[in-house]
């Protein structure tokens, strides 16, 4: 993770951070604010808070201009925020005092060596961020996120996430990731919601 992430800056008025998400409005799926609801009702003693972000996430401590720690999801997409959530889900006591958990975040255009880790470190992330998908009733995809790099094995990165999610099924969740789960299904889980999931999901 990349602390130079372009995100809602700190410490700006009201009335900026009102604009800046009126300006996110348009391309903002519409379940956003209520996921958003969900997790800051749901995770409230922990005083964290998901917060509509705009070009890249970030995870940002309590102390940095905020009383609380803010998870930071691009674009108002609901994947992203799941993806970021699931991060959060999995990360230490520790962890959560740090900017983005304290870890360097490789970017776009790795190569073989650096894609490899890349994706050994985002096999349980994505899994819990494939069930987080399924409890709120819509279609996963693996993120392997190197379009200027070496040419990932998509297939062998999903088999492997997809075995990990099988591991927590049947082992169990982290104690955060499963209650999040949990609220999920609650909120989504409708007739009118599909609830499907995998490699080629859209």
Known sequence: MNSQRSHLPLGNTVEDKIAFEQDLRSETDSDVPTLMSLFNSTFEDFNTRLVLGKDEPIYIPAGQGE??????????????????????????????????????YCPDG???????????????????????????????????????????????????????????????????AERFINAL??????????NTSGADAA
């Open 185 to 194: 299904k609650t909120t989504f889980s409708k007739d009118g919601h599909k």
């Open 67 to 104: 009383s609380y720690h803010q998870i930071v999801f691009a674009h108002g997409f609901f994947s992203s925020a799941l993806h970021e959530i699931a991060h959060w889900c999995i990360a230490g006591e520790k962890r959560r005092l740090l900017e983005d958990y304290g870890y360097w």
């Open 110 to 176: 790795r190569d073989e060596t650096q894609q490899a880790d890349f994706e050994k470190v985002e096999i349980k992330p994505q899994a819990i961020e494939w069930a987080f998908t399924e409890a709120a009733g819509r279609a996963f995809q693996v993120s392997t996120d190197n379009l200027n790099g070496v040419q990932p094995d998509r297939e062998g990165f999903t088999r492997n996430v997809a075995a990990q999610l099988a591991h927590y099924k049947a082992h169990g969740f982290p104690p955060r």
